[in-house]
């Protein structure tokens, strides 16, 4: 454990006017610590790692998509959470990655100090680099406590982000049905 984060956790409690040697706080340095290394884990995680060689020939050329992947961040402006979930598509051009991978890439992004719309660019960008696809999408829609908790306090907004690569980008069609696609339930 890294003993000066929890040196500097025990210090925040001071500075917000607790006390960190009641008995309640005797180890929630220790504990926030560890739980900062765990939410920040990202970075310490390569994306050759995650994919870790889960590339299958493919004759597949249609869109391939997955829905609704939960996903937990922190704000680098507040280091707030902000929870949402999201959608990546790619169209394979004779390779397809593992199904778990596509959610491992996003939670390695995510588990770094972010902001939604960066997130957004380094999961497609990844996915690109991986797959060689003709085109990526990817949107993500999620709900930032900064914005509730703090600030303006408004509960139910949900911001939404999309990069669209290659075939997504470039046509219409191939965006709309991407699009209709990740709204069907």
């Not at 914005?147 to 999309?162: A, H, I, P, W, Y």
Request: hydrophobic share 40%; with cysteine.
């Amino acid at each position: 454990m890294n003993e000066e984060m929890t040196k500097n956790y025990r210090e925040i409690l001071q500075h917000v006017g607790e006390d960190p040697q009641r008995e309640g706080l005797l180890k929630t340095p220790e504990r926030a610590a560890k739980a900062m290394r765990y939410l920040c884990h990202g970075y310490r995680q390569t994306l050759e790692e995650i994919v870790n060689g889960a590339l299958f020939e493919s004759d597949n050329d249609e869109m391939v998509i997955v829905r609704e992947i939960e996903l937990y961040s922190l704000c680098e402006h507040h280091l707030l959470p902000f929870i949402g979930k999201a959608h990546v598509a790619y169209i394979p051009t004779g390779k397809v990655l593992g199904l778990s991978k596509v959610a491992r890439i996003i939670d390695m992004f995510a588990r770094r100090l972010q902001i939604q719309e960066n997130l957004t660019r380094q999961i497609a960008d990844a996915i690109a680099q991986v797959t060689n696809a003709a085109g990526v999408a990817v949107v993500i829609e999620a709900k930032h406590m900064c914005m509730m908790m703090r600030g303006v306090e408004k509960q139910n907004s949900v911001m939404s982000t999309s990069v669209m690569l290659g075939a997504f980008r470039e046509s219409y069609n191939t965006r709309q049905e991407f699009l209709q696609l990740i709204r069907s339930r």
